[in-house]
């Protein structure tokens, strides 16, 4: 917990010279942390399950328990953050993922190996769900746009660096490194985060835990059912699971009726600028997880790449992020959402595009021009949306603007996943490029989405509200 001696903040006012790199160096280290940890397994499921004799099926596990556990820990966590202060929150989101990874790496079970897992996804959500709403404290308004841009590098980072990481380390070492890796650098973010993060307002009242029960139960449950969908479950088990997260659902919504601060945050929903964003946000990285999850797919069964390669070349897409952080920084402080995002998700349907027409032969620079691109549009897109998702929240609602964010991002992801499932499942020929295909018309729905706010109420000077 940060020292009493520190000052409370206000939303807006921001850190200043040395402090304010300390602080955004501690949230940017502790965002790559738990997205490397979800990421980082993906490449190494083959041989985890060699080892721990499972099968390949069941071995997708080991992703799964970290990303449900994720998702239906945002929200609540975010409310916890507002309740205990964000610094705290994140540093026990540290503790939480330092310790997990231990246990990751002595696990000699499937079992062992998810439950550890599914803390780390804990652990991830209460980093997540308010790294934007510390970046909101920590710098000036004026300068935001700065701060969000360097977290969707950050994000970048993890979930496209993550394969790559695993690549390197799997070359000469065996599979429990993954995660015996993340204790000295959990151990220095959470040291650096004790010392750095700024104290910021707590709000008074007690956890909603029935609130957060529902939650849990809503998104798992819908996520379980799309899961289902995608893997040919049978039709009583994908009823069932529907039925019990529609219900979890609107009685969740129903007992946040009135309330001040709910936890779902339904007040929010009601600006135009904040729903906008939300659908937005998630019909991209539906987009970005059919090209993320598919490509690999298309690298080592139709242009026969060996699995040691692959995970390099899909490393221009964090590059291209990268590459534009520095100007799009700054143009998300000036320039409305709606054209900045627009032009992004356009840049990205073009790169998804151009991936599906590669002709049958091509050489590495054909294929890491086109995910350039297109990382390149998705850095042109990302900080500006959270920006506007940040910035029209109300006062005292920064941590559930940041739960959000992170719910338009891993529910889009989630359902990405679950159409690149269906494809490989319904379609017998090329299914790995009809994915790329369909990753690009997403794409462009997501342009014509963020384009159609540009004809709604004219932004305000401080919000760009479009």
């Known amino acids: 917990m940060p020292p009493p001696s520190k000052p409370v903040l206000t939303e807006g006012e921001g850190l200043h010279g040395a402090a304010r790199v300390r602080a955004v160096t501690a949230v940017a280290l502790s965002v790559l942390l738990a997205l490397l940890d979800y990421a980082i397994a993906n490449v190494a499921l083959p041989t985890i399950a060699g080892d721990l004799h499972v099968s390949p099926a069941s071995a997708v596990w080991i992703v799964n328990a970290y990303q449900l556990a994720s998702v239906v820990s945002l929200l609540p966590m975010a409310a916890l953050g507002t309740r205990i202060g964000f610094a705290r929150l994140c540093q026990i989101g540290l503790a939480l993922l330092t310790v997990a990874s231990l246990f990751c790496a002595l696990s000699h079970s499937l079992l062992a190996l998810a439950l550890a897992r599914a803390v780390q996804g804990v652990g991830g959500a209460c980093i997540m769900s308010v790294s934007i709403a510390l970046i909101r404290f920590i710098y000036p308004h004026a300068i935001l746009g700065r701060g969000i841009a360097l977290n969707g590098v950050m994000v970048a980072l993890g979930v496209g660096g993550g394969p790559t990481v695993a690549s390197i380390i799997l070359s000469f070492a065996s599979w429990p490194w993954l995660f015996l890796i993340n204790i000295p650098l959990g151990a220095t973010a959470l040291v650096l985060a004790l010392v750095s993060l700024p104290r910021t307002p707590v709000s008074p009242g007690s956890f909603d835990g029935a609130s957060a029960l529902l939650n849990v139960l809503a998104f798992g449950a819908l996520i379980m059912a799309g899961d289902s969908i995608a893997h040919h479950a049978g039709a009583v088990q994908v009823t069932a699971l529907a039925i019990t997260g529609l219900a979890a659902g609107w009685l969740l919504v129903r007992r946040q009726h009135g309330q001040t601060h709910p936890m779902f945050p339904i007040d929010m929903l009601r600006i135009r600028a904040f729903r906008n964003g939300t659908l937005v ?59 900045l995002s627009s032009v992004g998700l356009g840049m990205t349907s073009l790169g998804f595009l151009a991936l599906y027409l590669l002709p049958a032969a091509p050489a ?63 379609i017998t020929h090329d299914a790995e490029r009809s994915c790329l295909g369909f990753g690009a018309i997403v794409a462009f729905i997501g342009m014509l989405c963020s384009a159609a706010r540009l004809l709604g109420p004219r932004p305000t000077a401080r919000t760009h509200a479009t």
Not at 312 to 320: A, E
Not at 329 to 334: F, H, N, Y
Not at 386 to 395: D, E, K, Q, S
């Open 281 to 339: 946000g998630f019909v991209a990285f539906v987009a970005s997880n059919l090209f993320m999850i598919s490509f690999p797919f298309t690298l080592q069964s139709m242009f026969h790449y060996p699995p040691s390669i692959v995970g390099l070349l899909m490393t221009p897409w964090p590059v291209g992020i990268m590459a534009v952080a520095p100007l799009i920084s700054r143009l998300s402080d000036r320039v409305p959402a709606a054209i």
């Open 364 to 426: 590495w620079f054909d294929i890491a021009w086109r995910i350039a691109l297109g990382g390149m549009g998705f850095g042109v897109f990302q900080p500006p949306n959270n920006r506007i998702m940040m910035v029209t929240a109300p006062p005292g609602r920064s941590g559930s603007a940041s739960g959000m964010v992170q719910i338009a991002r891993q529910c889009g992801q989630a359902t990405g996943a679950m159409f690149v499932a269906m494809a490989f499942g319904l």
